[in-house]
């Protein structure tokens, strides 16, 4: 019973309820759907939260013994069980041997990064020399643009979509402030059109096509963190390349999220940290990739003594070797306790693999959002329920996991009741709720118990009105 490659997930959720002889809405479906689910046993390889030891459960709400609903994989991915045990190596390894562990065991520690890096080449879609584990998403990014953004009297703006990422904007803007430009004038923000939430492509192409010429670098995200919007990167990139741009990307909500073929799209650089979708722990081991077209021509502007050839870095003799393309980016010796974390999780998306993560991630969120619409669409709702909006566009290739929902009344007590049921999301007021069923270790019947507790929590917050 292999649903069709091309059958929508509205019409998956429908065909499996006429087979079950029940209405899409009942508890049978999601049962089905994840026996039906080659993935579901990955959910065996995380430590799935209990509803118990979250700090604003209400014991007297739910059962304490069973899992959170957990939809924040966005914002902090789940621990893979293997991470302790792989901390625990290193651990001994330093105990044991001190300094021998450099060279020595499965993550010699001054190659750590690299013993790991080719567990990534899926992931984002490209070769090993493209892609160099290091610091953190926002410090990557400050060091790709100060070798990327070289802007010139005639050629200085960097663009960027509306509501970028705090962090994203002020990288941006700080880069900017370096080479002495004006913030407003060169900061070219794409919004969406007037009473829209999202970005039409045909609106960022045309910027592009019309600006082009004095846009030096395209700095977009994958998926933009609010509204779960995946861009068209591939036709961003082909659009600004053709004007003579650098076109880079930040993949915080898109690596591990949706499939990226980087090399093939001719992306030229981009970088990603791993603790969201990556499940690499806070403040876990970032990501860069630097196309290899450019290994020879685009160096790095700071440079460090593990940017420096293996084979001739500890002479010690000061004269630089520097390794060409993404590696020869990196400064420091990489941090071998975050090299742990992230071992354990690409481990498991290797196995997995990116493709059979997005084929179940595309029906897993369809069927969240077929049931929000069920219940709480424009169309639906009566008039005590609140309207609940999707404002991630509904196109399949338009967004990845995360759907942004707002609703028609103020969400904080919503949230807050959610929150007592041991349910894991994230609110932005006045009026958003991310949520964002995780294809590794989120099951279709997650989704069903996220609805009925929505359905009370909105019945409790009504109550207290
Ligand atoms: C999560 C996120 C960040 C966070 O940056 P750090 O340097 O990892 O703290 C930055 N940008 C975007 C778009 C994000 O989603």
Redesign the pocket.
């Known amino acids: 019973m292999e649903p069709l490659p091309l059958e929508l997930p509205a019409d998956t959720v429908q065909r499996v309820a006429s087979e079950l002889r029940c209405l899409p809405t009942d508890e049978r479906v999601a049962l089905r759907l994840d026996e039906e689910d080659k993935l579901r046993h990955f959910r065996e390889y995380f430590h799935i939260p209990k509803t118990q030891d979250l700090p604003p459960i209400d014991l007297s709400l739910v059962n304490k013994d069973e899992n959170a609903i957990y939809f924040l994989g966005n914002s902090l991915g789940l621990q893979p069980k293997m991470v302790k045990t792989y901390l625990e190596e290193e651990l001994d390894k330093w105990a044991k041997m001190g300094a021998y562990g450099h060279d020595i065991g499965k993550r010699p520690w001054i190659t750590g990064d690299e013993t790991i890096a080719g567990l990534m080449t899926d992931i984002v879609g490209a070769n090993e020399k493209e892609i160099v584990l290091m610091n ?4 990557n990014l400050h060091l790709l643009l100060l070798s990327f953004f070289k802007p010139t009297p005639k050629r200085y703006k960097i663009l960027l979509e509306a509501k ?2 705090p ?2 904007h002020y990288a941006i803007e700080s880069q900017l402030q370096l080479h002495g430009l004006n913030t407003e004038k060169s900061m070219r923000i794409v919004k969406p059109r007037e009473g829209e939430e999202t970005l039409r492509t045909e609106d960022i192409l045309e910027v592009i096509e019309k600006e082009g010429d004095s846009i030096a670098v395209i700095l977009f ?1 994958g998926v933009h ?1 609010y509204t779960g919007q995946h861009f068209n990167m591939p036709a961003i990139t082909k659009a600004g390349q053709a004007k003579g741009c650098f076109v880079g990307f ?1 993949l ?2 898109a690596v591990g999220n949706v499939e990226l073929h980087l090399h093939d799209w001719g992306v030229d650089f981009a970088c990603w ?1 791993s ?2 979708y990556l499940n690499s722990g806070a403040g876990g081991l ?1 990501g860069a990739f630097v196309h290899e077209k450019h290994a020879h021509t685009i160096k790095p502007a700071l440079v460090g003594w593990f940017g420096h050839e293996l084979s001739t870095r500890f002479k010690m003799d000061n004269k630089l070797q520097l390794i060409p393309g993404a590696n020869g980016f990196r400064i420091s010796n990489p941090p071998i306790l975050l090299v742990c974390p992230l071992h354990a999780s690409l481990e498991i998306f290797k196995k997995a693999t990116m493709k059979a993560l997005r084929r179940k991630s595309v029906l897993l969120t369809g069927y969240l959002e077929y049931l929000i619409k069920h219940y709480y669409g424009k169309e639906k709702a009566e008039a005590k329920t609140p309207v609940v909006n999707v404002i991630t566009p509904s196109r399949i290739e338009e967004r990845g996991c995360q759907l942004t929902l707002t609703f028609s009344v103020p969400i904080k007590s919503i949230y807050q009741e959610l929150e007592k049921r041991g349910v894991v999301c994230d609110k932005r007021e006045p009026n958003g709720i991310r949520v964002a069923p995780v294809p590794l270790y989120n099951s279709f019947h997650d989704v069903y118990k996220f609805i009925n507790l929505l359905n009370s929590a909105l019945e409790a917050a009504e109550r207290k009105h």
Do not use: G, M, Q, R
Request: aromatic content about 18%; proline content about 0%.
């Open positions: 953190t998403l926002t410090v970028a990422f962090s994203d995200s963190y930040d915080a909500h940290c603790y969201k970032a």
